[in-house]
């Protein structure tokens, strides 16, 4: 447990392991959709010959996609849960920005669960349920990012360096999603197919990278196990 002197658990390994378990997750279901013939060969980052919603949906791929992301969503709780600590030390006025910020978070978090559990069930209905899953997790998962950032900077808790990787981030996030609306009505056909999934897989990235900088600023706050900041 955390006392005065700042001993504890570090708890910025949570952060981390929130960043790169999705990671896994997606590249892990893409290689083997690939290695099945069930995927084009490309970098989908730059060609977008396929989306991660195709990619992790067939086959096997959707076996370890489900078997690593239904399980992630309860870490991606945990983490918005640790985030809601962490800002009520740094900045315990700041209630309804707070507050806002893990319902954003945990509601995101469902909304991941939703469209891992009927990603790959045939249907309208659960097509419909996976596109407005994925979409609000993406929403909400960035909005509660914003207030994060808001609380964090406010309390000069960041440090300019990090402060600064956080605001190129959320400002490429913004761009990347402003970008998308009208580009996707300028193209048509494959070639706007292949945009719209190429950004997917570029948002989805930049999204998760806000989960390690968090790490760092846990880290240089002091906040450790127990919820206090050293």
Partial sequence: MQDAGGQGSRLEPVAWATGLWPLLAVHGAWAISLNAGLVPACIPYIEGCTSISRAARQGDAILLFRAMMLPYTALLAAFWL???????LLAPARVKTRR??????????????????????DGDF??????????????????AQMFLIAIAS?????????RRGFLVLLALLLGLG???????FLLEGAARDALMNALEWQYALLMVAAYPLTGV???????????GIG
């Avoid at 402003?178 to 996707?184: D, G, N, T």
């Avoid at 600023?217 to 919820?227: K, L, Q, V, Y």
């Fill in 82 to 88: 640790l985030n809601a600590r962490w800002c009520a």
């Fill in 154 to 162: 406010r309390a000069e808790a960041l440090g300019p360096g990090l």
């Fill in 217 to 227: 600023a846990w880290r240089r706050s002091g906040f450790r196990m127990g919820f």
């Fill in 126 to 143: 659960y097509r419909w349920l996976r596109r407005y899953g994925i979409n609000l997790y993406f929403s909400l998962t960035v909005l």
């Fill in 100 to 121: 806002a910020m893990l319902v954003c978070g945990l509601v995101g978090a469902v909304f991941l669960a939703l469209y891992a559990t009927t990603l790959g069930v």
């Fill in 178 to 184: 402003l970008a998308s609306l009208p580009l996707q």
